[in-house]
């Protein structure tokens, strides 16, 4: 499986943002899907999951509310909707993917596939 990720950029304190990331090669209507992060000088975090069979998401707490995940063209193309964007959002926001249900959304090691990368920067 191979994951593009898009729609990154530069905007202000309270703006919005989207995401998208789609996977090709295998199909992932079977398993489960997620954006992870890595601020400047910190360590890579999650951020949202999806398990589009089902209709589960997960969030973190720092973005529960504010982002918004969703899953289309069979479960490979994910989605995030990222509102009220803050200066603490500025990071690289990597997708990942597994082919089957993972155990813990917030595990990157449960995760085989990730994409390249597209950074946010959000000025206050």
């Known amino acids: 499986v191979q994951l593009q990720a898009s729609g990154g950029g530069s905007v202000q304190a309270g703006a919005s943002l989207r995401l998208s990331c789609t996977g090709s090669g295998n199909t992932l209507e079977y398993g489960d899907m997620a954006w992870f992060r890595r601020g400047p000088g910190k360590e890579r975090e999650f951020v949202a999951a999806?398990?589009?069979?089902?209709?589960?998401?997960s969030y973190s707490d720092s973005v529960k509310d504010r982002f918004y995940i969703s899953g289309e063209n069979g479960g490979n193309t994910v989605n995030l909707q990222m509102n009220r964007l803050e200066p603490d959002d500025s990071a690289v926001y990597y997708c990942a993917a597994s082919e089957r249900f993972v155990s813990d959304y917030r595990a990157e090691l449960e995760y085989a596939y990730w994409g390249q990368g597209t950074l946010v920067t959000v000025s206050s």
């Open positions: 999806i398990r589009w069979y089902q209709g589960d998401v």
